[in-house]
């Protein structure tokens, strides 16, 4: 992404932003494992968005006094340490940290708690905007609880507020150049799944159509899936979350893939079910023309003003009266026997990215059209789950590039490269 792109996400956060505050992110710290060694690190999205800056330990800074334009920027950073670097690799300079952010003052990290605390005692400021982000009231502190702690107990006197609505309503919109680095991800990720569909047939494992899978992603970088991808067979695919890519898939059965690359940090998420002989059975073909109808419906439906809960709640009407026909449903009460979850996330910079539920469908949005049918007593489950843009009149199918009508599929495993 281009400088200008983070450097005008930064532009509409400050809209929001009150006058004489500061505003706060930081990239995150890496995780232990055991003894000196660490999980791979993953920047703050938000961070990330505002800054473009990929990095550890980094903390952005703002403050406003008077109008957006005027707003100053400060990025703390590592400073470079040859043999920190050494053994870890290279930290980012100056200029390429001017260059990916745009942000002209750049400063070592360590003198971060003298300059804030500075500006604290000057008086000019009367907020502090931090991003409090917890799923659940367990979830451990993160750096910016920690921190906020720590403010309110050296300053008392200053507000310490929230800026997460804010970034929500932000990174929910996306800008043209993110929708084409989803597109790109959306190309790597239907040849991905191509892949694992002309290489299936029976007696094959899971971890074998992972390797499918990887192979391709694998071709167009070092990043790899944006997220664990979910690969199963058969009665594993009524593990709606499943990692273990330990099973064989057994004539008859059913491949679900819950897959997406990634590119320029933007994502998708992309599922489909298949058989894996190549050939629907009637019944298979049955409940994926339920699913396939109630997601080509859905794609006819969404557009601006629509409540973003409704995604979910028409989906499942519309699923259950196919099911209803079908005689595996009586009363819809009952349809969560059979249609055991929603799927309207949003996806963005990350695979289930930020969202605000109360909000409407608007223009720019990305979020997945989700429908799963698992039927245990035919011993069928699968998911088709597509990434719908949201343009001003209605909306498109990111993911329509992989195979997903029966024909599409069928006539694609016939192309067998194994
Ligand atoms: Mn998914």
Not at 235 to 242: A, L, S
Not at 385 to 396: A, K, M, R, Y
């Amino acid at each position: 992404m281009k400088k200008e792109f983070h450097s005008n996400n930064r532009q509409k956060l400050y809209q929001y932003i009150q006058n004489d505050s500061i505003v706060l992110f930081f990239s995150g710290k890496q995780i232990r494992k055991t003894n000196d060694e660490y999980y791979p690190f993953y920047t703050n999205r938000s961070f990330l968005y505002l800054t473009g800056l990929d990095s550890q330990d980094f903390i952005f800074l703002a403050k406003k006094h008077e109008n957006t334009s005027s707003v100053e920027e400060t990025i703390y950073i590592l400073p470079s340490d040859p043999i920190y670097e050494r053994w870890n690799g290279k930290r980012l300079k100056i200029n390429e940290v001017l260059d990916q952010s745009g942000i002209l003052n750049i400063v070592p990290v360590d003198r971060f708690e003298n300059d804030l605390h500075r500006m604290i005692q000057s008086g000019d400021y009367k907020n502090i905007f931090l991003d409090f982000d917890k799923l659940t009231i367990t979830d451990p502190d993160d750096i910016v609880y920690q921190h906020s702690q720590r403010l309110k107990m050296m300053y008392p006197y200053i507000n310490i507020c929230n800026s997460h609505s804010y970034i929500k309503a932000i990174r929910t919109i996306k800008e043209p150049c993110e929708i084409e680095a989803m597109k790109k991800a959306q190309l790597i990720t239907a040849e991905a799944v191509t892949a694992m569909m002309k290489a299936s047939k029976p007696g094959m494992y899971e971890y074998q159509y992972k390797a499918e899978f990887d192979y391709v992603l694998g071709q167009y970088g070092p990043d790899g899936p944006a997220f664990p991808p979910i690969i199963s067979a058969g009665h594993n695919n009524f593990c709606i979350h499943y990692y273990s890519y330990t099973g064989q898939a057994m004539d008859g059965d059913m491949i679900l893939n819950d897959v997406g690359a990634w590119h320029d940090n933007l994502m998708n998420d992309v599922s489909r079910g298949f058989p894996c002989n190549g050939r629907f059975s009637e019944r298979q073909k049955q409940l994926y023309t339920c699913a396939f109808n109630t997601s080509e419906h859905m794609f006819g439906l969404i557009k601006p003003g629509m409540a973003m809960s409704d995604v979910d709640l028409l989906a499942r009407k519309f699923n259950f009266e196919q099911l209803k026909d079908l005689g595996l449903l009586e009363h819809y009460e009952d349809a969560g026997k059979l249609i055991w979850h929603g799927g309207a996330h949003h996806v963005g910079y990350d695979v289930h990215d930020v969202v605000d539920m109360s909000h409407v469908v608007a223009p720019g949005m990305v979020f997945c059209v989700d429908i799963g049918i698992y039927c245990e007593e035919w011993g069928i489950g699968f998911r088709l789950e597509d990434n719908c843009l949201v343009t001003e009149n209605g909306c498109i199918n990111l993911s329509a590039n992989t195979p997903r009508s029966i024909q599409e599929i069928e006539d694609t495993m016939m192309k067998r490269t194994k």
